[in-house]
């Protein structure tokens, strides 16, 4: 139960809440620290290291502050537990949040034309939106949907069931030290170099779980078939994994070249068809999250009674 409860009430929290606009959230926290950190060590020599240093004490930090949080709130309070624990599960997930995003971009495309499209697909997104066609928005889309579903619900719940709430944040803070400070830039080429490998590493597993669950949930033969043809063949060493899986379901081809911080970085094609997606398209990729995000909490579930029975 002391699994189950969190992760049920955290689930059920993000579906009604989302990420509400305003409210306290600790990976702002992460965020604060990680840019006092940079800001104080990304500077002369020995930078590598120091870059390693920061992400192994952030990390470590997070794991140790949790674990001894909950367990003197275990002392104090079962409920004073319950109730920070499923907090923290509803803070760790990033699934309404993620399909609110993507409808918007969509919806902002279809009422407010390209300009206003383009500037809303920059929100979620790291590359430069200004000379995206329609198309090219809707496939950006897509494929950030497809990414962000492993990123922000699959191994977020996969850490959560291997370590409880300490190994979902702390899973946390690896996500945000590498979209903070993992980006081959020269500022960041070697301060960053470790967060982003320790980033790759955490995500070898969940990347490929998600890929599965996604042609699974959507029984897509089309999709197991991309994953094992051009999973392996992208840019990312996990992003390739769920991009393949939802480019099978829908049929269409991902992809390509686009501008990262001035730079043009290619992307190996994921699919031949190179059909435009429609505006109705974001109904089934946001049907294809819910049910993956599902899928994997009862999967959780259905094990843990499974190993508690044994």
């Not at 190994?167 to 500022?187: A, P, W």
């Not at 390739?240 to 094609?269: M, R, S, W």
């Not at 049907?287 to 843990?304: F, G, S």
Request: proline share 3%.
């Amino acid at each position: 139960m002391r699994l189950i409860i969190p992760l049920t009430a955290g689930y059920l929290l993000d579906l009604l809440l989302g990420d509400p606009a305003g409210w306290p959230h600790p990976i702002r926290l992460f965020g604060w620290l990680i840019a006092e950190g940079e800001t104080r060590l990304n500077k002369h020599r020995k930078r590598f290291l120091k870059g390693t240093l920061l992400t192994l004490t952030l990390c470590a930090v997070t794991f140790t502050s949790l674990h001894l949080l909950l367990a003197s709130l275990w002392e104090l309070s079962h409920i004073a537990w319950y109730l920070s624990a499923s907090l923290f599960v509803f803070y760790g997930l990033a699934h309404r949040q993620l399909i609110r995003e993507g409808k918007k971009v969509f919806k902002t495309l279809q009422d407010q034309g390209l300009e206003a499209g383009r500037l809303q697909l920059s929100h979620i997104v790291g590359r430069d939106t200004r000379n995206l066609s329609a198309a090219q928005i809707r496939i950006a889309v897509m494929e950030t949907l497809s990414e962000n579903l492993s990123d922000g619900v699959v191994a977020p719940l996969f850490y959560y069931a291997c370590a409880g709430v300490p190994g979902m944040m702390t899973y946390k803070m690896i996500n945000t030290l590498d979209s903070m400070i993992g980006h081959r830039t020269d500022r960041f080429e070697l301060f960053g170099k470790f967060a982003a490998r320790l980033d790759d590493v955490a995500n070898f597993i969940p990347a490929r779980l998600t890929a599965l669950l996604m042609a699974a949930a959507s029984f897509s033969k089309k999709s197991f078939q991309f994953i094992v043809r051009y999973g392996h063949q992208h840019k990312s060493h996990n992003a390739g994994y769920p991009e393949a899986a939802l480019a099978g379901i829908l049929d269409v081809q991902f992809g390509g070249t686009n501008i990262y911080h001035g730079l043009a970085v290619k992307k190996p094609y994921i699919g031949n068809n190179s059909r435009e997606l429609s505006p109705e398209e974001i109904k089934k990729a946001i049907d294809i999250n819910h049910r993956v995000c599902l899928l994997t909490i009862v999967l959780i579930i259905v094990t843990a009674v499974c190993l508690n029975i044994s």
